[in-house]
Nanobody, 123 residues
């Protein structure tokens, strides 16, 4: 049973930083895409960043490039999202997701496993 559990959200002032964590359990896939998504109130969910563990290739949405960094610690089975220079536009519920397979899909609906989310509020 695959489980993803996010943590690290909270309230921060504009310009500040947060690091989100996503602890995973229940699978041992080496070829898997894991990523972060967010959904602001009244808006559609959007992809923020993802990383393909097979080769370490990363993707970032234009809105977070240069500010956010995605990484994975295989020893802890934990996915991270380091968020710097936060702005109120980054306020959203952040979710981690995973998709076993050979690539990271462009369509978020192709991700198979999702966490419950962690709230990030920037004021």
């Amino acid at each position: 049973h695959v489980q993803l559990v996010e943590s690290g959200g909270g309230s921060v002032q504009a310009g500040g930083s947060l690091r989100l964590s996503c602890d995973s359990s229940g699978y041992t896939f080496s070829r898997i895409c894991t990523g972060w998504f967010r959904q602001a109130s009244g808006k559609e969910r959007e992809g923020v960043a993802n990383i393909y563990r097979g080769n370490g290739k990363t993707y970032y949405a234009d809105s977070v490039k240069g500010r956010f960094t995605i990484s994975y610690d295989s020893t802890k089975s934990t996915l991270y999202l380091q968020m710097n220079s936060l702005s109120p536009e980054d306020t959203a519920m952040y979710y981690c997701a995973a998709r076993p397979g050979g690539f990271c899909p462009a369509d978020e609906n192709e991700f198979d496993y999702w966490g419950q989310g962690t709230q990030v509020t920037v004021s």
